[in-house]
Nanobody
Framework: QVQLVESGGGLVQAGGSLRLSCAAS????????MGWFRQALRKEREFVAG????????YYADSVKGRFTISRDNAKNTVYLQMNSLKPEDTAVYYC??????????????????WGRGTQVTVSS
């Protein structure tokens, strides 16, 4: 079955960096659009970044543009989220998601069938 496993979360000071990874199995990874979402305490899960199956097209929420970078390695079935200049408001559980969806829906969480369990990112001020 499809499995998505996130790693790389942790506690970091404001201004610091983290790199999240999401290892996928049980799917033809190179044909899937991948997304990163996050959910802060008592808030809705929100889109952070997305990447096309080829890795050519990337998309970002306005709140992370210029600070976060999404990338993928199809040979390793892994998608990454490099997070720089972290802020306390970036504190959340970060989830990766996968599906074979058109790019116009990359930011729509309801479009994704497959989700990881999440990794906690905490940014202290």
């Amino acid at each position: 079955q499809v499995q998505l496993v996130e790693s790389g979360g942790g506690l970091v000071q404001a201004g610091g960096s983290l790199r999240l990874s999401c290892a996928a199995s049980g799917l033809a990874f190179s044909t899937y659009t991948m997304g990163w979402f996050r959910q802060a305490l008592r808030k809705e899960r929100e889109f952070v970044a997305g990447i096309s199956w080829s890795g050519v097209m990337t998309y970002y929420a306005d709140s992370v543009k210029g600070r976060f970078t999404i990338s993928r390695d199809n040979a390793k079935n892994t998608v990454y989220l490099q997070m720089n200049s972290l802020k306390p408001e970036d504190t959340a559980v970060y989830y990766c998601a996968a599906d074979q969806i058109p790019l116009r829906r990359v930011g729509d969480r309801a479009s994704y069938d497959y989700w990881g369990r999440g990794t906690q990112v905490t940014v202290s001020s």
